[in-house]
């Protein structure tokens, strides 16, 4: 199999790279490095650096590798950002993936891979949240992530291209030093920045209805979010799942914001001790994956812990 990794040369997608390569695939790179970085992509992978506005530059991609398959990794990401700039994010998250399906449905791609997020439940009602509750996404970003599943959808059905969208919940960790998160944005990476400056950690929060008071996440390695990739690419691929479908990726527990620092505090041995701050608008208390699905389609299930997210992010400084 030959297959395009749209920003593979970004945290995740560097990751989704390997995994595929030591998997056996071919794999073509996609990636106009505004906030990937060259040196990830590993040797002997070919690498296009562009746009995805690039419609005529995807083509030939697509058409000079013979590719059979696309995982989509190429997104803003940052939430913040998003709520600052609406615009920009539906310009980069929506209308790219557009011109990239457009281009894949005339090629005659067959297996189409989006990266979703946990994103576009919202405030989720429930915990463990199912693949079929209800999607209210409260940020620009999650937003985009909900559109892009529905036009990815949309243009697989009219095209006959096999598509999946997987929902990152939150990704942390790193496989090896070389790929690890160098945008500071998620709790993990946030914390162990933190430490490493010997500012105190900071909780937003400590009067949720859970057990410690903090908000409670799903946290998956990125490791493991990487081999999701490949059982989902080729379950698509040989046609053993139907079309059109969504998945959670994570883990399945609850690890509460507390408990991430305690570990970090251990981890790194500091002596720091977190201070607790106002909550931040839009937080949910609880939002963690049910896995089932992926579990029983996939036949995949995350393997590594909370410690060994840490232990890797901390040593891939």
């Known amino acids: 199999m030959s297959w395009l990794v749209t920003g593979g040369a970004g945290y995740i997608g560097a990751h989704v790279v390997r995994a595929l390569t030591a998997a056996g695939d071919d794999v073509v790179v996609v ?169 105190p950690p900071r909780i937003f929060g400590a009067d949720y209805p859970t057990a410690d008071g903090t908000c409670v996440r799903d946290y998956v390695h990125v490791a493991d979010v990487a081999d999701a990739h490949v059982h989902a690419a080729h379950a698509l691929a040989h046609d053993e799942l139907a079309s059109g479908q969504v998945l959670n990726i994570g883990t399945g527990e609850g690890v509460s914001v507390r408990q991430i620092i305690t570990q970090a505090l251990a981890i790194t041995g500091s002596g720091l001790e977190p201070v607790v701050e106002a909550r931040r608008p839009g937080d949910s208390p609880v939002v963690v994956a049910d896995v089932g699905t992926a579990s029983r389609l996939l036949s995949w299930k995350a393997t590594k812990s909370v410690t060994d997210m840490i232990e890797s992010a901390w040593q891939a400084r």
């Open 31 to 199: 990636d106009d490095l505004s906030t990937g970085l060259a040196e990830r992509i590993p040797d002997g992978v070919a690498f296009e650096r562009m746009s995805l506005f690039d419609a005529a530059g995807i083509r030939r991609v697509l058409n000079d590798h013979d590719i059979d398959g696309v995982v989509h990794v190429a997104a803003k990401k940052q939430v913040a950002e998003s709520l600052r700039e609406p615009s920009r994010y539906f310009r980069e998250n929506v209308e790219a993936v557009r011109i990239l399906l457009d281009e894949c449905a005339e090629a005659g791609v067959g297996s189409f891979v989006f990266s979703s997020s946990a994103a576009v439940y919202g405030h989720a009602a429930a915990a463990p949240v199912r693949e079929d509750d209800s999607c209210a996404p409260t940020t620009p970003y999650g937003q985009t992530k909900l559109a892009g599943e529905w036009l990815v959808r949309a243009v697989g059905d009219v095209a006959g291209m096999r598509t999946l969208s997987l929902r990152y919940f939150n990704v942390a960790g790193a496989g090896e030093p070389a790929l690890a998160d160098q945008h500071a944005t998620n709790l993990v990476p946030l914390v162990l920045s933190a430490i490493r400056r010997g500012t």
